[in-house]
Protein backbone atom coordinates (compact mmCIF):
# COMPACT_ATOMS: atom_id res chain seq x y z
CA UNK A 1 0.00 0.00 0.00
CA UNK A 2 1.32 3.48 -0.83
CA UNK A 3 2.33 5.84 2.32
CA UNK A 4 -0.35 7.40 3.71
CA UNK A 5 -0.11 11.58 3.64
CA UNK A 6 1.72 12.26 7.62
CA UNK A 7 3.88 9.20 6.64
CA UNK A 8 5.30 11.43 3.92
CA UNK A 9 5.65 13.92 5.96
CA UNK A 10 7.94 12.22 8.62
CA UNK A 11 10.05 10.80 5.55
CA UNK A 12 10.08 14.23 4.22
CA UNK A 13 11.59 14.73 7.80
CA UNK A 14 14.14 11.85 7.16
CA UNK A 15 15.24 12.91 3.63
CA UNK A 16 15.42 16.82 3.74
CA UNK A 17 13.57 17.89 7.12
CA UNK A 18 15.30 21.65 7.32
CA UNK A 19 14.62 22.61 3.21
CA UNK A 20 11.78 24.86 2.90
CA UNK A 21 8.60 22.68 3.09
CA UNK A 22 5.74 25.70 2.97
CA UNK A 23 6.29 28.99 3.12
CA UNK A 24 3.88 31.30 3.99
CA UNK A 25 3.03 35.05 3.07
CA UNK A 26 0.55 37.86 4.27
CA UNK A 27 1.84 40.96 2.56
CA UNK A 28 -0.97 43.19 4.17
CA UNK A 29 0.63 42.70 7.78
CA UNK A 30 4.21 41.70 6.09
CA UNK A 31 4.09 38.70 7.79
CA UNK A 32 6.40 35.77 6.01
CA UNK A 33 6.47 32.58 7.77
CA UNK A 34 8.47 29.70 6.59
CA UNK A 35 8.21 26.32 8.14
CA UNK A 36 10.77 23.26 7.27
CA UNK A 37 9.04 19.68 7.17
CA UNK A 38 10.77 19.39 10.73
CA UNK A 39 9.34 22.45 12.34
CA UNK A 40 5.84 21.21 10.68
CA UNK A 41 5.69 17.92 12.01
CA UNK A 42 6.54 19.30 15.40
CA UNK A 43 3.03 21.73 14.98
CA UNK A 44 1.17 19.11 13.54
CA UNK A 45 2.50 16.40 16.49
CA UNK A 46 1.69 18.95 19.00
CA UNK A 47 -1.46 19.45 17.80
CA UNK A 48 -2.43 15.51 17.52
CA UNK A 49 -1.82 15.24 21.25
CA UNK A 50 -4.08 17.74 21.89
CA UNK A 51 -6.34 16.18 19.65
CA UNK A 52 -6.33 13.26 22.48
CA UNK A 53 -6.54 15.31 25.05
CA UNK A 54 -9.91 16.60 23.94
CA UNK A 55 -10.80 12.88 23.79
CA UNK A 56 -11.41 12.42 19.84
CA UNK A 57 -10.45 9.22 18.58
CA UNK A 58 -10.58 7.76 14.50
CA UNK A 59 -13.65 8.13 13.20
CA UNK A 60 -14.49 11.41 14.71
CA UNK A 61 -14.93 14.37 12.51
CA UNK A 62 -13.51 17.88 12.89
CA UNK A 63 -15.12 20.89 11.77
CA UNK A 64 -12.37 23.55 9.86
CA UNK A 65 -14.22 26.36 9.14
CA UNK A 66 -10.80 27.58 9.45
CA UNK A 67 -10.28 26.37 6.20
CA UNK A 68 -12.73 28.51 4.37
CA UNK A 69 -11.27 31.51 6.49
CA UNK A 70 -7.90 30.91 5.87
CA UNK A 71 -7.49 27.95 3.51
CA UNK A 72 -3.77 28.76 2.58
CA UNK A 73 -2.46 29.82 6.18
CA UNK A 74 0.22 27.34 7.90
CA UNK A 75 -1.88 26.74 11.05
CA UNK A 76 -4.69 25.43 8.79
CA UNK A 77 -2.07 22.84 6.99
CA UNK A 78 -1.01 21.96 10.66
CA UNK A 79 -4.86 21.05 11.89
CA UNK A 80 -5.51 19.10 8.91
CA UNK A 81 -2.17 17.46 8.85
CA UNK A 82 -2.40 16.71 12.80
CA UNK A 83 -6.73 15.15 11.97
CA UNK A 84 -5.20 12.66 9.14
CA UNK A 85 -2.55 11.79 11.39
CA UNK A 86 -5.05 10.80 14.36
CA UNK A 87 -7.69 9.52 11.80
CA UNK A 88 -10.08 11.95 12.08
CA UNK A 89 -12.44 13.23 9.41
CA UNK A 90 -11.86 17.13 8.26
CA UNK A 91 -15.56 18.44 7.19
CA UNK A 92 -15.54 22.50 5.44
CA UNK A 93 -18.64 23.61 5.19
CA UNK A 94 -20.93 21.78 6.82
CA UNK A 95 -20.57 21.46 10.70
CA UNK A 96 -23.13 19.68 11.76
CA UNK A 97 -22.59 16.66 14.64
CA UNK A 98 -18.58 17.57 14.46
CA UNK A 99 -16.98 16.27 17.72
CA UNK A 100 -15.04 19.86 17.47
CA UNK A 101 -15.13 23.14 15.52
CA UNK A 102 -11.56 24.95 14.90
CA UNK A 103 -11.96 28.79 13.88
CA UNK A 104 -9.85 31.56 13.07
CA UNK A 105 -9.88 34.35 15.10
CA UNK A 106 -13.61 35.21 14.09
CA UNK A 107 -14.89 32.48 16.57
CA UNK A 108 -17.95 34.50 17.71
CA UNK A 109 -20.18 32.67 15.16
CA UNK A 110 -19.14 29.32 15.98
CA UNK A 111 -19.30 29.64 19.96
CA UNK A 112 -21.48 26.78 20.96
CA UNK A 113 -21.78 25.13 17.47
CA UNK A 114 -19.80 22.15 18.59
CA UNK A 115 -19.06 20.17 22.08
CA UNK A 116 -15.57 21.70 21.44
CA UNK A 117 -14.60 25.10 19.84
CA UNK A 118 -10.98 25.97 19.49
CA UNK A 119 -10.05 29.42 18.06
CA UNK A 120 -7.14 30.00 16.24
CA UNK A 121 -5.23 33.62 16.30
CA UNK A 122 -3.32 33.30 13.05
CA UNK A 123 -0.55 35.33 14.68
CA UNK A 124 2.51 35.07 12.46
CA UNK A 125 4.34 33.32 15.61
CA UNK A 126 1.29 31.18 16.79
CA UNK A 127 0.53 33.94 19.50
CA UNK A 128 -2.34 33.76 21.53
CA UNK A 129 -5.73 35.67 20.85
CA UNK A 130 -4.89 38.11 23.57
CA UNK A 131 -8.99 38.61 24.19
CA UNK A 132 -10.49 37.12 26.81
CA UNK A 133 -12.51 33.73 25.31
CA UNK A 134 -16.16 32.23 26.68
CA UNK A 135 -15.55 28.89 28.82
CA UNK A 136 -16.97 26.96 25.56
CA UNK A 137 -14.19 28.70 23.38
CA UNK A 138 -10.59 27.37 23.29
CA UNK A 139 -7.76 29.64 22.67
CA UNK A 140 -5.18 26.95 20.35
CA UNK A 141 -2.47 28.96 21.07
CA UNK A 142 -2.90 28.47 25.19
CA UNK A 143 -4.05 24.54 24.73
CA UNK A 144 -0.80 23.61 22.06
CA UNK A 145 2.04 25.07 23.63
CA UNK A 146 2.39 22.98 26.76
CA UNK A 147 2.15 19.71 24.32
CA UNK A 148 4.91 16.72 24.01
CA UNK A 149 7.05 17.61 21.02
CA UNK A 150 6.71 14.39 19.26
CA UNK A 151 4.28 11.79 18.98
CA UNK A 152 4.00 8.33 17.83
CA UNK A 153 1.13 7.59 15.43
CA UNK A 154 -1.36 4.78 14.80
CA UNK A 155 -1.43 3.94 11.02
CA UNK A 156 -4.81 4.94 9.54
CA UNK A 157 -7.22 2.30 7.50
CA UNK A 158 -6.80 3.56 3.80
CA UNK A 159 -10.21 3.63 3.35
CA UNK A 160 -10.65 6.18 6.74
CA UNK A 161 -12.93 9.22 5.79
CA UNK A 162 -10.25 12.22 5.80
CA UNK A 163 -12.30 14.85 3.83
CA UNK A 164 -15.86 15.52 2.89
CA UNK A 165 -17.03 19.28 1.47
CA UNK A 166 -20.22 19.61 -0.66
CA UNK A 167 -18.06 18.51 -3.33
CA UNK A 168 -15.86 15.52 -2.79
CA UNK A 169 -15.43 13.03 0.16
CA UNK A 170 -11.86 11.48 0.26
CA UNK A 171 -10.75 8.73 2.01
CA UNK A 172 -6.83 8.25 3.00
CA UNK A 173 -6.11 6.89 0.33
CA UNK A 174 -7.49 9.53 -2.25
CA UNK A 175 -5.11 11.74 -0.75
CA UNK A 176 -2.36 10.19 -2.28
CA UNK A 177 -3.90 8.71 -5.42
CA UNK A 178 -3.26 11.16 -7.69
CA UNK A 179 -0.72 11.82 -10.46
CA UNK A 180 1.42 14.30 -9.44
CA UNK A 181 3.68 16.62 -11.58
CA UNK A 182 7.61 16.64 -10.92
CA UNK A 183 9.38 18.42 -7.80
CA UNK A 184 9.23 21.93 -7.92
CA UNK A 185 8.42 25.59 -5.44
CA UNK A 186 5.43 26.46 -6.42
CA UNK A 187 4.21 29.99 -5.73
CA UNK A 188 -0.19 29.67 -4.92
CA UNK A 189 -2.58 31.86 -4.30
CA UNK A 190 -5.31 30.58 -1.74
CA UNK A 191 -8.80 29.93 -3.30
CA UNK A 192 -11.37 27.11 -2.07
CA UNK A 193 -10.19 24.87 0.96
CA UNK A 194 -9.32 21.56 -1.00
CA UNK A 195 -7.96 22.98 -4.46
CA UNK A 196 -5.60 25.17 -1.69
CA UNK A 197 -4.99 22.39 0.33
CA UNK A 198 -4.27 19.92 -2.59
CA UNK A 199 -1.71 22.42 -4.00
CA UNK A 200 -0.15 23.94 -0.94
CA UNK A 201 0.08 20.87 1.30
CA UNK A 202 -0.36 17.01 0.09
CA UNK A 203 1.63 17.98 -3.43
CA UNK A 204 4.76 18.84 -2.48
CA UNK A 205 4.78 15.93 0.38
CA UNK A 206 3.98 13.40 -2.56
CA UNK A 207 6.61 15.23 -4.79
CA UNK A 208 9.46 16.62 -2.71
CA UNK A 209 8.32 19.86 -3.67
CA UNK A 210 7.42 23.30 -1.48
CA UNK A 211 4.90 26.00 -2.15
CA UNK A 212 4.87 29.39 -1.23
CA UNK A 213 1.42 30.38 -0.32
CA UNK A 214 0.57 34.57 -0.90
CA UNK A 215 -2.41 35.14 0.74
CA UNK A 216 -4.67 38.45 0.45
CA UNK A 217 -4.42 41.50 -1.70
CA UNK A 218 -0.81 42.69 -3.58
CA UNK A 219 0.20 44.10 -6.57
CA UNK A 220 1.58 42.69 -9.53
CA UNK A 221 4.90 43.95 -8.87
CA UNK A 222 5.04 42.86 -4.88
CA UNK A 223 3.82 39.35 -6.23
CA UNK A 224 6.44 39.40 -8.84
CA UNK A 225 9.07 40.14 -6.14
CA UNK A 226 7.97 37.30 -4.43
CA UNK A 227 8.16 35.12 -6.68
CA UNK A 228 11.70 35.87 -7.74
CA UNK A 229 13.27 36.04 -3.97
CA UNK A 230 11.75 32.33 -3.56
CA UNK A 231 13.08 31.17 -6.85
CA UNK A 232 9.31 29.96 -7.04
CA UNK A 233 7.21 29.28 -10.47
CA UNK A 234 3.70 29.70 -10.78
Same mark, same amino acid.
Given at each position: ????? &????????????????? &?Y?????G????????????????????????? *???????????????????? &????? $??????? $?????????????????????????????? $??????? *??????????????? +????????? %?? +????????? !?L????????? %?????? !?? =??? =?? !??R? $????? =??????????????????????????????????????????
Open positions: MSELI &TARLRRRVRTAGGEPLL &TYEPATARVELSAVTLLNWVDKTSHLLDELD *LSAGDVVGLALAEEAPGHWV &TAVWE $LACWQVG $LAVAVGRYDGVQLLVTGPDWAPFAGAAPEV $LACSLHP *LGLPLGSELPSSVLD +YALEVRGQA %DS +YSPTVQPAK !AAWQDEERRL %DQAALV !AE =PWP =PP !ARL $LRPSE =PWPTTHAAVVAPLLTGGSSVVVSGAVSDDELARIRRDERADG
